[in-house]
Nanobody, 128 residues
Framework: QLQLVESGGGLVQPGGSLRLSCAAS????????IGWFRQAPGKEREGVSC????????KYADSVKGRFTISRDVARKMVYLQMNNLKPEDTAVYYC?????????????????????WGQGTQVIVSS
């Protein structure tokens, strides 16, 4: 059974950093793209970043480029999102989702509808 579990959220001041973790079980990352999405109160879930099944294709939303870095450890079945220079507008619940494809195009699109097996999310609050 595919399962994703997010962790690492918390309260941080503007300009601070957090590293989110997404633990996968029941499948291997070699055959799935993993996307990070976030949902702020009253807003739709939006794509933040994605790493393809090969690890060779990475996508970032314009709003986080240069500040966030996605990475993965295939052996440990972990995907990470390093978030630096956090801003209040980054406040949201962050989710990771899996897309069962070896195509890198799913990351290019970064569409919520392509991903599933969502975890419970981890809350990030950026506030002074």
């Amino acid at each position: 059974q595919l399962q994703l579990v997010e962790s690492g959220g918390g309260l941080v001041q503007p300009g601070g950093s957090l590293r989110l973790s997404c633990a996968a079980s029941g499948f291997t990352l070699d055959y799935y793209a993993i996307g990070w999405f976030r949902q702020a109160p009253g807003k739709e879930r939006e794509g933040v970043s994605c790493i393809s099944s090969s690890g060779g294709s990475i996508k970032y939303a314009d709003s986080v480029k240069g500040r966030f870095t996605i990475s993965r450890d295939v052996a440990r079945k972990m995907v990470y999102l390093q978030m630096n220079n956090l801003k209040p507008e980054d406040t949201a619940v962050y989710y990771c989702g899996a897309a069962p494809t070896m195509s890198a195009y799913v990351c290019h699109l970064l569409s919520r509808s392509s991903f599933g097996s969502w975890g419970q999310g981890t809350q990030v609050i950026v506030s002074s």
